[in-house]
């Protein structure tokens, strides 16, 4: 039986809040939400919860609505009272009630994605991005969102999340996104106070392309919210991570075949992409991020600076590999700076001007030693 002073959570929609008062005769009980207002919603609606852990960042998931937009995010954090309670009782060790648990036909596939969303989508040189972990399947998850490289490690999210909802994890700024570029997503499936099928540990690492954060069509429809995001699937991601599996047939196979003449194939050239043995990257800003509205020329020769490292990072164990960094004439900054990082950063690299007849004085060619 509810009573008024009891936190609740709604069944049937996200949020919840404290009991204010009952009316008994229509069956309707009045719950207070984090900003003061009185939803009406029936009792049977609703399922006590009791205390709020405010530590919590626990955010009940209607894969039909979308998720806070700036001016209302403190709202959504207030209200998600049921799966704060819930991950409270999990880190004290306490059982989940059962009820609390809604299983979804089809969900005992493991899948879970990440979701980011820009705060401004008009402003995508400027803005910060909210990172959601969404849990589509009926498994609990221990989760831990590790980003950086080498030994500069941190994990920047951990947790637990119950099945089908979703937790907005942090805000990534502008600024940060260079963090962000290698990522390492860690989960652990379970079920609570059940016999379930055991799932394998998620260990996967993600490189993402920082540059679509400013591409706007790299924020598009999707299954999950009503607002454009740019996904990532994490079940697909480790499919991508796992070497490709060779059975002892196809070796077997492999070793015993007869050798065949091989036909001579004849492949088709990209333009303008690669040469054998030679990458080819278009620094032009246009062809890195769909609009320079609103930036600043810094901005832009940031951009292009930040393509020019994570390119000779990506091959720095591919000794010999010929790279040609086309950034054209212009002015000259972007290849003063370019050389400039060259005889400093780079200083054991060989470097030169591309050929003038396929690039006239508009591309520098770099030797990885």
Not at 265 to 281: D, H, M, N, T
Not at 324 to 352: A, D, M, N, P, W
């Amino acid at each position: 039986m509810i009573k008024p002073g009891d936190t609740v959570r709604f069944l049937n929609a996200v949020g919840g809040g404290k009991v204010t008062r009952i009316d008994s005769k229509s069956g309707l009980v009045y719950v207070e939400d984090a900003d003061g207002f009185e939803i009406p919603t029936m009792e049977k609606d609703c399922v006590v919860i009791g205390e709020v852990n405010e530590k919590t960042n626990f955010i009940k998931k209607d894969f039909s609505s979308k998720p806070a937009s700036p001016d209302t995010a403190s709202t959504n954090k207030s209200v998600s009272t049921a799966n704060s309670a819930v991950s409270a009782s999990i880190g004290a060790g306490q059982a989940v009630k059962s009820e609390l648990v809604v299983e979804i036909p089809g969900g005992d596939e493991l899948k879970a994605v990440l979701a980011f969303f820009p705060l401004d989508i008009k402003q995508l040189q400027t803005t910060a991005y909210d990172c959601y972990l969404v849990n589509d399947s009926n498994y609990f998850l221990y989760y831990n969102i590790v980003n950086g490289e080498n030994n500069q490690l941190k994990s920047v999210a951990n947790g637990i999340i119950e099945p089908n909802t979703q937790e907005e994890l942090c805000s990534v700024t502008k600024e940060q996104l260079n963090e962000w570029e290698y990522l390492r997503v860690q989960l652990i499936p379970f079920k609570q106070n059940k016999s379930y099928q055991p799932q394998d540990v998620v260990d996967v690492s993600i490189r993402m392309n920082t540059v679509k954060f400013y591409k706007l069509h790299s924020f598009t429809d999707n299954d999950y919210f009503d607002e454009p995001a740019m996904i990532v699937d994490l079940m697909r991601e480790l499919q991508h991570d796992k070497p490709a599996q060779i059975s002892p047939v196809e070796i077997k196979e492999a070793m015993f075949a007869k050798e065949q003449p091989q036909s001579k194939v004849v492949l088709k050239k990209k333009a303008g992409f690669q040469k054998p043995g030679i990458i080819e990257v278009d620094l032009h800003i246009h062809e890195l991020i769909d609009t320079t509205a609103g930036l600043l020329n810094s901005d832009m020769l940031q951009l292009q600076m930040e393509k020019f490292h994570a390119v000779l990072d990506e091959h720095k164990n591919n000794k010999g590999q010929k790279i040609v960094f086309i950034h054209g004439k212009g002015e000259g900054v972007l290849r003063k700076e370019i050389e400039k990082q060259l005889k400093t950063r780079y200083k054991s690299y060989y470097f030169q001007d591309a050929s003038f007849r396929e690039y006239g004085f508009g591309a520098t060619m770099v030797t990885i030693k």
